[in-house]
């Protein structure tokens, strides 16, 4: 009963061209959601998050963007750099801050040169 | 600023043997975490901290027991290791301001054999 979903294992784009990464959820309590990317052998880092009141926020290159009544959302990364290349984790919380966040699977993006 | 700091970064147990995955962060966050990730698989959370002195499970307690005695301080306990625990097991924290998120500790990888 995965609660967060990223249907796709892996994403493969050139260098300059947009990714755009998917997730799903089906829990309609979450309200709040973020986006980790991750470097192997490193702690996944937080990339940028969502509240349920909007439907889009952007920093920098990176937006993502929310339906809840699709409970989806996907992040956007323009344009694509080698240095994204990583795995990047959805996750959702039914409240802010303190609240235990329930992650996807992940999904690998490659940038190629 | 160290940030979340976990040791040791790897470590091979035998089965039945017991061992203790140190976790220290120096932010002063009220709120940690202890999550584990199988390959290909997102994070589980297996304890967290709202506090000191305060601890409660998360989705896959077994096998494992915490203490929070310290605001700093979030040791994660593994008794009679087994096989199947064998992972990459990440702590985390926050303020509870979730807009930036948990800050990661860079992880331990766990070898049961």
Not at chain 2, 64 to 71: A, E, G, H, L, Q
Not at chain 2, 72 to 101: H, I, K, M, N
């Amino acid at each position: 009963d995965q609660q967060v979903k990223q249907n796709s294992p892996s994403l493969s784009v050139q260098e300059g061209r947009i990714s755009i990464l998917n997730c799903d959820y089906t829990n309609s309590m979450f309200d709040y959601f973020l986006w980790y990317k991750k470097y192997p052998a490193e702690g996944p880092t937080f990339l940028i998050s969502i509240s349920s009141i909007k439907d889009k926020n952007e920093d920098g290159r990176f937006t993502v963007f929310l339906n809840k009544s699709a409970k989806h959302l996907s992040l956007h990364i323009v344009p694509s750099q080698p240095g994204d290349s990583a795995v990047y984790f959805c996750a959702a919380s039914p409240q802010g801050g303190s609240e235990k966040l329930v992650f996807g699977k992940g999904m690998k993006l490659t940038v190629n040169p | 600023n160290a940030g979340v700091t976990q040791t040791p970064k790897f470590r091979i147990l035998k089965i039945g043997q017991s061992m203790t995955l140190q976790c220290t962060q120096d932010m002063n966050h009220n709120y940690m975490y202890w999550y584990r990730q199988d390959p290909g698989m997102g994070l589980k959370l297996i304890y967290y901290s709202v506090g000191a002195g305060i601890t409660d499970k998360g989705e896959v307690p077994n096998g494992y027991n915490v203490s929070r005695s310290t605001t700093e301080d979030f040791p994660l306990r593994l008794e009679l290791a087994a096989p199947s625990q064998t992972s990459v097991y990440f702590c985390a924290s926050t303020s509870g301001a979730w807009a930036g998120g948990y800050t990661f500790g860079s992880g331990t990888r766990l070898t049961v054999v």
